[in-house]
Every structure is written in structure tokens, then in C-alpha cells.
């Protein structure tokens, strides 16, 4: 999906646009100029705002050079002649939300929830958003049962709230509160504010655990219901297309479908640690056929922020995340649960790269999912934030040399060099060991030997993309 920005003609004259400025910088109002074009009276003309700069042609596939940033912008449209001819709070660009003027051409900026690219704006015009209402307690852990009051922000006393039970996210359809909620089982519980011009509020979203004692972490996830379970598209199921022999191919769960969700960490001692919009994947490979399955949870600007900020793992300083992995072990989900987690944790005092973890309880929707490990997830950004180094300059690959970031061009050309040259020669490993940490390759094999791993192919490697950049395992 792009963004667009849309110029409307709201005159009797057509306008020539050629060398008017738009730009979501105002120190740099002519960031992007138009080319010669014309707009006629009462007419539309899209912008798309998508990175690509494109003049276009006959009106038509005009992009900027920039893209909007979802958390909101100033857009300014400005004459040849410098001064500022309109400009635009856009507020959250979310999802399936477009912001503009009501009516065409007027004062003021609305929300739509009907976007009409280069057409009249339509649909009611929402002016802001609902505040969130108010929940008389806290989500988190009660010896017995309790009851749980919702109440509007003081703001707007004729906020009508909608809440739901089973994880779903409250629509203009989900139940209307009414009278306290007597919670006596362990429960999420999200709820929401409706003002007739307004959006709705964000979702305040609470998970009580009702006589739960543990001494682990605690990761509660809530999502919809029919993103897991809906046979046609739910992550969790086997779907119309899955092969009957295991591990099921085709299923749902093998698609890399992403779901939204709701992510709350409580650490051991009951207190709340991180509570964020994400985005929800089944990982792994053959074990996402086992009844217990592991996620990989994700931080993207559409969710609300492209990171996770907490500190997931205490033995380590870092505390940004572009993702984390739920991961169930593995094959050795149904057996011992800590053997993945024993062998690399034996491994801090080298110079490999390894997951840190953390064990965590999951529960979805409220209900109790087993016993999990919290795993940084190798990716670009768990090199990048380990190492110091620029996610956007590493080659990372996998298996045999599978592309996850980067490319395979110096890992092929240093293959290629040691199966055409005899490594008993000095120069020849000499070269190599400029190429690849050697020492890092040994310990990696080493570790592979004593673990006896058999899944061999299930390996990621990386380089920093520079002329000292040496590949690491």
C-alpha cells in the first residue's frame, strides 16, 4: 500500500501546477515540485506519496520523493513564488484511514473512513478521536474474583463503550457496557469509546489472572478469534489446502500470514512490563505442525511503532526490538523444553552470536498456552543491534545460501575461491581468513559436533557489507 496526497481544484479556472512544491518538510517546501501539469476547476489530481519520484504522464502515476510517516505529518503545497498555498496536519495515517478537508476544499481537517482517492470526499466526517474510556482497575494478577467498572473520559460524558471478552477488538456491533463486569476466571478484556462525529478510541486493552500463581514471566496475547481459528484464514489451522502427511504442507499455519495483536509482558512479580499493538506469525518449520506452535511477534509504524521497547532480556543491555520469537523449543517441545536453551546458553563465553532468552507462560485470549522461551529473533536488526552495525549493510543468509538480508555475492565468490584453490598453500588460507573469522567458523563446528546436531542445513550467517566485513556464524 502507498500513501497518496490528493490536489483538489476548488476554482473556476484551471491552475498550472508546474513548479508548485510539496513537501512534509517545512524547512524544505520545494521537496518535490510538480512537473508541467495542469489541474482544471472542480477536479482531483493524486500525488502518490511513495519514495519513487515520478514525473508521470498526462496527469496520471505522479510519486514524490518521500513517503508520510504514519505517526503524522505537516503536508504544504507551495507556489513557484514561495508562499505556502495550503498545508495539512494528516494526524495517524491508520490503516484504512484518510484525512482531509470537509467539504472539499474547506477548513478544518476530518477523518473518512471511506477513502476516495480522486474523488469527492465521502462518508461522515469524523472531526478527532474518542478518548479512551476508564477501567477501575488494572489489568494483572487477583487472588479471587473481581469487579471490573468502565467508565467514559470526563471529556465526553455521552461516550457510548463497547467491550468483548474473547480477544476480538470491540467494532460499533460488540457489546454495550451496561453494569459492572464480575471477572471470575482469568479474562482479556479490551473496550472501546463511541462519539457520534468522532472516531473511535484506541482500545484499552487489560488481562486479569484470576488465582494464577507462577514465579515465570507472563505474556499475554490478545488478537481475534477468527484470526486463528477461521478456516479459511485463521494462522493456527489446517485450512482447505493442507497435504494429509505430516507436517502438512499447504496448510494455513505454513503461510506467512500476519495477523494484528494485542502483546502485554508481566514480569515475575506481577508488574506490567511492556503493553503494545504488534503483528502475529506462526514460526518455525516442521514443529508448526505440532499442537503447540511458536510466534514470531512483530513492531511495524502500522501497528503504532516499529519497536519494541523493554528490556525482554536482563543479561543484556539492549532494550530496542524489531521482533521477538515465542518459540515452544522446537521438536523438543513435547520433551524436555530447555535443551535448545541449555546448549546456547554454554556458548556465551565464545565469539558466537546466540539468542538470548527468557522462559515465559503464554496465554491467548485469556487462556493458558503453555510454557514458552522468549528468543531475540535473528534477523538484520539483531545483528545490527548486537553488533553496533547498520542494518541496511549486512548480508545475512541461511542454509546453504539462502538471502535474508543483503545478497550472496562476496559468500559466493569466497566459496568458489576455496573450491578452485589448494588451502594447503599459505596465501591461499591467508586470503581466506580475510574473508571469513575462521576462529568464529571453528567454534561454530565445535559447538555442532558436541551438540550432535543433526539439522545441519538450519544455519544463518552474516558479513558487515565493508571492505573489513568478514563472514560470522
Known amino acids: 500500500l502507498v ?3 490528493e490536489i483538489y481544484n476548488s476554482g473556476t479556472t484551471a491552475i498550472d501546477l508546474t513548479g508548485f512544491g510539496l513537501s512534509d518538510q517545512e524547512e524544505d517546501p520545494f521537496r518535490w515540485e510538480f512537473p508541467e501539469i495542469t489541474i482544471e476547476p472542480a477536479s482531483f489530481l493524486l500525488v502518490y506519496a511513495s519514495g519513487k519520484d515520478r514525473s508521470g504522464n498526462n496527469n ?7 513517503k508520510l510517516n504514519v505517526s503524522g505529518e505537516t503536508v ?6 514561495g508562499g505556502r498555498v495550503d498545508a495539512l496536519v494528516t494526524g495517524r495515517l491508520e490503516e484504512g484511514l484518510s484525512a482531509g478537508r470537509y467539504p472539499d476544499g474547506g477548513e478544518g481537517r476530518f ?3 471511506q477513502p476516495s482517492p480522486g474523488k469527492k470526499n465521502t462518508g461522515e466526517p469524523h472531526s478527532g478521536k474518542t478518548p479512551e474510556p476508564l477501567f477501575s482497575m488494572r489489568g494483572g494478577f487477583y487472588d479471587e474474583s473481581i469487579v471490573l467498572t468502565l467508565a467514559p473520559n470526563t471529556q465526553h460524558q455521552d461516550t457510548v463503550i463497547r467491550y468483548t471478552l474473547d480477544g476480538k477488538e470491540p467494532t460499533a456491533t460488540s457489546a454495550v457496557y451496561a453494569a459492572p463486569l464480575t471477572i471470575n476466571k482469568t479474562t482479556a478484556v479490551r473496550a472501546k469509546g463511541f462519539v457520534s462525529g468522532l472516531l473511535p478510541s484506541k482500545p484499552v486493552n487489560e488481562t486479569y489472572f484470576i ?21 479459511r484464514s485463521g494462522i493456527y489451522v489446517l485450512g482447505y489446502n ?86 515452544q523449543s522446537g521438536q523438543d517441545g513435547t520433551m524436555s523444553k530447555i535443551r535448545d536453551t541449555l546448549m546456547t546458553s554454554l556458548l556465551s563465553d565464545t565469539d558466537l552470536d546466540y539468542q538470548a ?86 567454534d561454530y563446528w565445535v559447538a555442532q559436533v558436541y551438540f550432535a546436531n543433526t539439522d545441519t542445513s ?16
Open 3 to 5: 500513501d497518496w496526497i
Open 60 to 66: 496520471k502515476n505522479l510519486h514524490t520523493n518521500f
Open 76 to 81: 504544504t503545497l507551495t507556489a513557484p513564488t
Open 111 to 113: 477523518f473518512f473512513t
Open 211 to 231: 488465582d494464577v500463581d507462577t514465579e515465570l514471566t507472563v505474556v499475554s496475547i490478545l488478537m481475534d478469534p477468527e484470526d486463528l481459528w477461521n478456516t
Open 242 to 327: 493442507a497435504a494429509k502427511e505430516f507436517p502438512h504442507l499447504g496448510a494455513n499455519y505454513w503461510q506467512a500470514w500476519e495477523k494484528p495483536i494485542h502483546l502485554q509482558l508481566f514480569e515475575a512479580n506481577g508488574r506490567l512490563g511492556i503493553s503494545a499493538d504488534a503483528g502475529i506469525r506462526i514460526a518455525g518449520q516442521y514443529s508448526r505442525a505440532m499442537p503447540q506452535k511458536a510466534f514470531n511477534i512483530f513492531a511495524r509504524d502500522q501497528y503504532g511503532s516499529d519497536v519494541l521497547e523493554y528490556p525482554f532480556f536482563p543479561e543484556k543491555t539492549l532494550t530496542t526490538q524489531k521482533a521477538i520469537t515465542l518459540r
Open 357 to 442: 532468552y527468557r522462559p515465559a507462560i503464554v496465554y491467548l485470549n485469556g487462556q493458558y498456552w503453555g510454557l514458552y522461551n522468549i528468543r531475540e529473533r535473528i534477523n538484520e536488526h539483531f545483528i545490527a543491534y548486537n553488533h553496533d552495525v547498520d542494518p541496511l549493510k549486512i548480508d545475512l543468509l541461511q542454509g546453504n545460501k539462502i538471502v535474508r538480508a543483503g545478497d550472496d555475492k562476496h559468500y559466493v565468490a569466497m566459496r568458489d575461491f576455496v573450491a578452485t584453490h589448494d588451502m594447503r598453500q599459505e596465501e591461499n588460507y591467508a586470503y581466506v581468513q580475510t574473508q571469513m573469522d575462521v576462529e568464529n567458523f571453528i
Open 458 to 473: 538450519n544455519i544463518r550467517f552474516w558479513r558487515e557489507k565493508s571492505n573489513e566485513g568478514k563472514w560470522r556464524w
